[in-house]
């Protein structure tokens, strides 16, 4: 959208701000030159009060907190530095354009929130106690599904329930591979590559991106096409927050079945856990890509220590017969049994996985009131060799020791259409060699100061424990999994210095991430405390 003559805007500008309900307290100069500025670079239908929101203000409480998920950072209160100084919630590209533009003139800094998963919490806190602006694109929730050409447009403030919904509505043999959380928002998990069950049929969700609509540091909105190959390759998994505010994804569907099959097997330590776990880890990305079999070893919350299970968790693209006799053939001691497998529409299948198992509406996809209740911290790795047999013991004792709080670990299998792309295709260099992706979470029930210590305690001691078993120099880790443990930017932003972190993220692919941030960002706009620096062509 072109922006409005100058002259125009200021004359509207003045009558809009003085429209605008007048605020209890003072506005501070800063304030005031925002909404001036905002005023100026909006059209004149623009009604600031819907666009722009203040602290104290209980709509600037209720959008902020609208899609925090973890509660560990869901405070407006508790330390006000680290806030918002204002939010900007715009439901059209201009109003995006607008706040780029003031957020760069008044010097200020810059955070954008789609979906709020952020495990860090980095699209709506700042640890580095700089003055920021949240643009919150939940607006920014429009899904339009292409059947015939085998596409959809996501804005990026839809949901992944959203997609999925929007998907199955036109088609029951099109899907999307990408997470399974359905909160999780487009714009973030997209960006960071997005992993789900279809990861060993066709890849990531970044891997399946065909077009993007993204503001610059200019404000200008750029398409594939104009913003070059560099950028486009920079946004499919080296994390938007560094590069500009994506607006919208094109992106490939992919074909699934009509019948998918699921089942879940618990087993115990007296079950046979141990060998389980150690068998599945030869097999699981060695099998044909249609299945995916998910394991964990979790401790149900607040369940005692004997709650202690390991947990295996399938999708197959077909029907339960050809599954099992799968399963006899590959598996036979996990000692599947017909009625343990349930056929269902692939849609069907997300909402199993989602742990909507009791016939809730496909419309439960679309609910975007999320009520987490819990505190969080995750953290990754990779697995390349099996880990040995005795080491599974030491494993499930170090989650098992633990009360009081959850502590789990997934590991998702990859093969199959992970190890036909190269290294260097996108930023996330995670493919052809690793069996699997492991997630650490630890889940606790208050902010009390005891709770959260001892949370963070136990994880980065499991994660400890785990290195002789994982991926080293680097210890590879997934973006979308946030861990600030892994290493933040300090003032300076330095490439040899966010070199820390960035290895472990990006691996070879992180020298490039930070030229192409040099050639789009010379400036350092775009930042966060795990943003890419940029890197000069000279250097
Ligand atoms: C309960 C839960 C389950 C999860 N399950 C999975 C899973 O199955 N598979 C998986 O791969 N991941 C999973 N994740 C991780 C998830 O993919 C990431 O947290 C993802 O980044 C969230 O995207 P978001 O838009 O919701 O987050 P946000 O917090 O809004 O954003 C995350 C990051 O992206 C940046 N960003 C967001 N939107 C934009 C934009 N429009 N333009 C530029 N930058 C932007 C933010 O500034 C921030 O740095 C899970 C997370 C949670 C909390
Ligand atoms: C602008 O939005 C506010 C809040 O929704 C509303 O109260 C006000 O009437 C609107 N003003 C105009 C001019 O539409
Ligand atoms: C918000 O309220 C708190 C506590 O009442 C106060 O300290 C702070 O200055 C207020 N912030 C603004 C921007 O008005
Ligand atoms: C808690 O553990 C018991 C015993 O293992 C089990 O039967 C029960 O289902 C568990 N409850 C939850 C909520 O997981
Ligand atoms: C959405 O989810 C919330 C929390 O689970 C629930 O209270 C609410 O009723 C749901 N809304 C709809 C429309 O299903
Ligand atoms: C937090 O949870 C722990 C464990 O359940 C409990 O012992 C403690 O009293 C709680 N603290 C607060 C402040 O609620």
């Known amino acids: ?38 005023s100026v670079h909006s059209p004149p239908s623009t009604n600031l009060s819907q666009l722009l929101y203040f602290p104290n203000t209980t709509s600037y409480s209720s959008i902020y907190l609208s899609t925090i998920y973890n509660l560990r950072f869901a405070s407006t209160t508790s330390n006000s530095a680290l806030t918002p100084l204002f939010i900007v919630s715009p439901n059209q590209d201009i109003h995006v354009q607008a706040t780029v533009i003031c957020t760069r003139n008044l010097d200020l800094h810059l955070r954008v929130r789609s979906g709020g998963h952020d495990y860090e919490g980095l699209s709506y ?55 399974i959380c359905p909160s999780i928002g487009a714009g973030g998990h997209i960006s960071g590559g997005g992993m789900g069950n279809l990861v060993r049929k066709y890849g990531l969700a970044a891997d399946n991106v065909l077009d993007a609509k993204l503001v610059d540091v200019n404000g200008k909105v750029l398409d594939r096409k104009s913003m070059g190959e560099d950028l486009f390759w920079a946004i499919r998994g080296g994390g938007g927050a560094s590069f500009g505010v994506i607006l919208s994804w094109k992106v490939r569907l992919v074909p699934v079945t009509p019948k998918v099959a699921v089942f879940t097997i618990h087993k115990g330590l007296g079950d046979g856990a141990l060998d389980l776990l150690d068998k599945w880890q030869h097999i699981s990305s060695k099998l044909h890509e249609d299945v995916y079999m998910e394991a964990a070893i979790r401790q149900p919350m607040y369940n005692g220590t004997n709650g202690m299970e390991a947990l295996f968790n399938f999708q197959f693209m077909g029907g339960c017969e050809e599954l099992l006799g799968i399963m006899e053939e590959s598996f036979p001691e996990l000692g599947v049994e017909a009625k343990d497998c349930k056929e269902m529409s692939w849609i069907q299948s997300v909402m199993y996985y989602a742990g909507y198992r009791n016939g809730e509406p496909f419309e439960t996809l679309l609910n975007r009131s999320v009520v987490s209740g819990v505190y969080l911290k995750g953290k990754s790795d990779f697995v390349e060799e099996p880990i040995a047999r005795d080491a599974w013991k030491g494993i499930w004792d170090e989650i098992m020791g633990v009360s009081g709080r959850s502590l789990l670990m997934y590991m998702a299998p990859y093969g199959g259409k992970m190890d036909e792309i190269p290294e260097s295709e996108t930023p996330f260099p995670h493919r ?8 650490y979470l630890v889940a606790w029930g208050n902010d009390s100061a005891e709770e959260s210590d001892e949370s963070l305690r136990v994880i980065r001691r499991l994660y400890k424990h785990m290195r002789p078993y994982v991926s080293k120099n680097p210890r590879a880790a997934y973006l979308n999994f946030r861990d600030l443990d892994m290493g933040i930017n300090k003032n300076a932003i330095s490439y040899s210095g966010a070199q820390v972190w960035g290895k472990h993220y990006f691996k070879i692919n992180f020298k490039r991430l930070a030229l192409v941030k040099g050639q789009v960002d010379s400036e350092n706009f775009f930042r966060n405390e795990q943003s890419i620096p940029p890197l000069y062509r000279s250097e």
Do not use: W
Request: one cysteine or more; proline letters at 6%; hydrophobic letters at 45%.
């Open 125 to 179: 806190r700042s640890y580095d106690h700089r003055p920021f602006v949240m643009l919150d694109l939940a607006k920014f929730q429009s899904v339009t599904v292409d059947v015939e050409h085998g596409t959809a447009l996501v804005e990026v403030g839809a949901t992944l329930g959203k997609l999925y919904y929007k998907i199955a509505e036109k088609s029951s043999v099109h899907g999307f591979p990408a997470g």
């Open 432 to 439: 052809k060699g690793n069996l699997y992706n492991i997630q």
């Open 1 to 38: 959208m072109e922006i409005l003559p100058t002259f125009m805007i200021s004359i509207l500008a003045v009558i809009l701000v003085s429209l605008l309900p007048s605020p209890t307290t003072a506005l501070s100069p800063t304030h005031e030159a925002f909404l001036h500025c905002l």
